[in-house]
């Protein structure tokens, strides 16, 4: 469980001081910052302190690192919208061993048995809260596969409670909802999945995923910008084992070919994979078409049709 | 500058009709010559008449769906063939039923290579829909007309909703005005 550092704390207090646009009563300035330290509101213009002895809202005890930090801290996990009671009910771990890390006895074994069944048992209360708990777990699931990080889970489970909260999931399939909720929030984060890369983790197929995602993206008014091919640049690279000049070449050709109007309408994995294959082609590090292709999850045609445009763009022909 | 308006070419027009009364479409194929009957494949008789070009979809309730004509003009005159047929048939048909146009789609060209992604966000990204990993085009929903446009690279578009032919021509002269005003159609 990450805390945030003192170092953070202050900035995040400096940044809500300004937020509420505090005015220095001297120059009028709205550059106050709160020193934590010294327990002052100070104006950062003039130096005039408005004022001292400010309540240190941290916690009182320190620590230097993860164990003390774990045994001082008084409080538990931070709450999740990936858990559909938000973490906050008991779990019972499987690991049949007490605090000292002994294994338990048979009897006091066989109790917390029972006592772990019937915790799993009443953490929902009705068929609506399980269902939201099998949606967040699939959400998590595919997340896992995909190798997409926590805060994306978290957004995509916000995502997919909303939609759930404006009755969006009636006449679709949880599954559905779930992993269009997954795909919007990757695209939200800046770190886009193509709906093939989803659809392969996913119970459901594309089609329906891509209809389901135009459905909440438009109820839910997420406004999501066309995905960048730029994005997926880095990722195909390191997939490819490809240097860093391959990459910067890679988004110099499609930040070229873009501005030419090639990339109306055209698919960005495609794009993206064309300006690989033609970047690694420009630093001698080719790979084949096929081996693109594999990467990106387009066919062989896109990218040699791709390429030849992007290649003429470039005025390399 | 030309007119992207002189383009725009009807490419279909759909229409509905009824004669107000029930019929046995098995009976029917069999005495209409050229028709079309497979009740597993669709519920309707597929009626095709050559000049002008169009098909009609004769239904059990008596109702009729005229597709594929090129104008209102085509629809009135291949309903009334199909009308004509019916009669032949002994099947009483009103003088005159009355014919609404349901749908027409309009094709037409401004000219130029549109950037779709620029497009996207300058219209607002609410009345907009570009998934260019799932197709190509643009959809831009109008509510005045009330007609869909699909937008393309190439500067191609086609709208569809539309109820009168001149639904289009305002449809064509809204966006034009719209991506020029938002400095796109260079």
Same mark, same amino acid.
């Given at each position: 469980?990450?805390?945030?550092?003192?170092?953070?704390?202050?900035? +995040?207090?400096?940044?809500?001081?300004?937020?509420?646009?505090?005015?220095?009563?001297?120059?009028?300035?709205?550059?106050?910052?709160? @020193?934590?330290?010294?327990?002052?509101?100070?104006?950062?213009?003039?130096?005039?302190?408005? @004022?001292?002895?400010?309540?240190?809202?941290?916690?009182?005890?320190?620590?230097?690192?993860?164990?003390?930090?774990?045994?001082?801290?008084?409080?538990?996990?931070?709450?999740? #919208?990936?858990?559909?009671?938000?973490?906050?009910?008991?779990?019972?771990?499987?690991?049949?061993?007490?605090?000292?890390?002994? *294994?338990?006895?048979?009897?006091?074994?066989?109790?917390?048995?029972?006592?772990?069944?019937?915790?799993?048992?009443?953490?929902?209360?009705?068929?609506?809260?399980?269902?939201?708990?099998?949606?967040?777990? #699939?959400?998590? &699931?595919?997340?896992?596969?995909?190798?997409?990080?926590?805060?994306?889970?978290?957004? %995509?489970?916000?995502?997919?409670?909303?939609?759930?909260?404006?009755?969006?999931?009636?006449?679709?399939?949880?599954?559905?909802?779930?992993?269009?909720?997954?795909?919007?929030?990757?695209?939200?984060?800046?770190?886009?999945?193509?709906?093939?890369?989803?659809?392969?983790?996913? &119970?459901?197929?594309?089609?329906?995923?891509?209809?389901?995602?135009?459905?909440?993206? +438009?109820?839910?008014?997420?406004?999501?910008?066309?995905?960048?091919?730029?994005?997926?640049?880095? &990722?195909?690279?390191?997939?490819?084992?490809?240097?860093?000049?391959?990459? %910067?070449?890679?988004?110099?050709?499609?930040?070229?070919?873009?501005?030419?109007?090639?990339? *109306?309408?055209?698919?960005?994995?495609?794009?993206?994979?064309?300006?690989?294959?033609?970047?690694?082609?420009?630093?001698?590090?080719?790979?084949?078409?096929? #081996?693109?292709?594999?990467?990106?999850?387009?066919?062989?045609?896109?990218?040699?049709?791709?390429? +030849?445009?992007?290649?003429?763009?470039?005025?390399?022909? | 500058?030309?007119?992207?308006?002189?383009?725009?070419?009807?490419?279909?027009?759909?229409?509905?009709?009824?004669?107000?009364?029930?019929?046995?479409?098995?009976?029917?194929?069999?005495?209409?010559?050229?028709?079309?009957?497979?009740?597993?494949?669709?519920?309707?008789?597929?009626?095709?008449?050559?000049?002008?070009?169009?098909?009609?979809?004769?239904?059990?309730?008596?109702?009729?769906?005229?597709?594929?004509?090129?104008?209102?003009?085509?629809?009135?005159?291949?309903?009334?063939?199909?009308?004509?047929?019916?009669?032949?048939?002994?099947?009483?048909?009103?003088?005159?039923?009355?014919?609404?146009?349901?749908?027409?789609?309009?094709?037409?060209?401004?000219?130029?290579?549109?950037?779709?992604?620029?497009?996207?966000?300058?219209?607002?990204?609410?009345?907009?829909?570009?998934?260019?990993?799932?197709?190509?085009?643009?959809?831009?929903?109008?509510?005045?007309?009330?007609?869909?446009?699909?937008?393309?690279?190439?500067?191609?578009?086609?709208?569809?909703?539309?109820?009168?032919?001149?639904?289009?021509?305002?449809?064509?002269?809204?966006?034009?005005?719209?991506?020029?005003?938002?400095?796109?159609?260079?």
């Amino acid at each position: 469980m990450e805390r945030p550092s003192r170092q953070r704390q202050r900035e +995040q207090q400096a940044e809500q001081t300004s937020d509420e646009t505090l005015q220095c009563p001297e120059c009028s300035s709205t550059d106050v910052i709160t @020193d934590a330290d010294q327990g002052e509101l100070v104006c950062d213009d003039c130096g005039l302190v408005i @004022d001292e002895r400010s309540i240190d809202r941290g916690p009182e005890w320190r620590a230097f690192n993860h164990s003390e930090r774990q045994s001082k801290s008084r409080v538990g996990a931070p709450i999740t #919208e990936t858990m559909h009671d938000r973490g906050l009910t008991t779990t019972i771990d499987w690991k049949d061993k007490d605090a000292y890390g002994r *294994s338990l006895s048979s009897e006091k074994r066989s109790q917390m048995h029972r006592l772990r069944k019937w915790q799993e048992r009443i953490r929902t209360k009705d068929a609506g809260e399980r269902n939201l708990q099998f949606a967040l777990s #699939e959400i998590d &699931r595919m997340a896992s596969a995909l190798g997409v990080p926590r805060s994306v889970r978290e957004v %995509a489970s916000v995502i997919y409670r909303r939609a759930l909260n404006e009755d969006l999931i009636r006449g679709r399939s949880i599954e559905g909802v779930a992993t269009s909720a997954l795909y919007a929030a990757c695209r939200q984060e800046g770190i886009p999945r193509s709906l093939d890369e989803v659809a392969e983790v996913s &119970r459901v197929p594309q089609k329906e995923i891509g209809r389901t995602y135009r459905y909440i993206s +438009q109820e839910l008014g997420l406004e999501l910008k066309p995905v960048d091919p730029k994005q997926f640049v880095p &990722r195909f690279a390191s997939a490819l084992e490809l240097s860093e000049e391959v990459q %910067a070449k890679a988004t110099e050709i499609i930040d070229v070919s873009a501005e030419q109007g090639l990339l *109306s309408g055209k698919s960005p994995t495609g794009f993206a994979a064309a300006a690989i294959y033609a970047a690694s082609l420009l630093c001698n590090e080719k790979k084949t078409q096929r #081996e693109v292709a594999d990467v990106a999850q387009v066919t062989e045609v896109t990218i040699r049709n791709r390429y +030849q445009e992007q290649i003429e763009a470039m005025g390399f022909r | 500058m030309s007119d992207p308006k002189d383009t725009i070419n009807i490419e279909n027009v759909v229409a509905s009709t009824g004669i107000g009364q029930e019929l046995d479409l098995q009976s029917v194929a069999m005495d209409l010559e050229g028709a079309d009957y497979d009740p597993e494949q669709f519920p309707g008789l597929v009626y095709r008449t050559q000049n002008p070009k169009s098909a009609a979809l004769i239904f059990r309730s008596g109702k009729i769906v005229c597709t594929g004509a090129k104008s209102t003009d085509d629809v009135h005159e291949s309903l009334g063939i199909v009308f004509d047929k019916l009669r032949e048939l002994q099947i009483p048909v009103d003088d005159d039923p009355e014919i609404t146009v349901q749908n027409i789609v309009t094709s037409a060209d401004l000219g130029r290579n549109l950037n779709l992604n620029a497009i996207a966000i300058g219209l607002g990204l609410e009345n907009i829909e570009y998934e260019p990993e799932q197709f190509p085009g643009l959809v831009y929903r109008l509510d005045e007309p009330k007609v869909v446009a699909l937008l393309f690279g190439s500067g191609k578009l086609v709208i569809t909703g539309g109820k009168q032919p001149v639904d289009a021509e305002h449809a064509v002269d809204k966006i034009v005005s719209r991506l020029s005003e938002l400095g796109l159609l260079d």
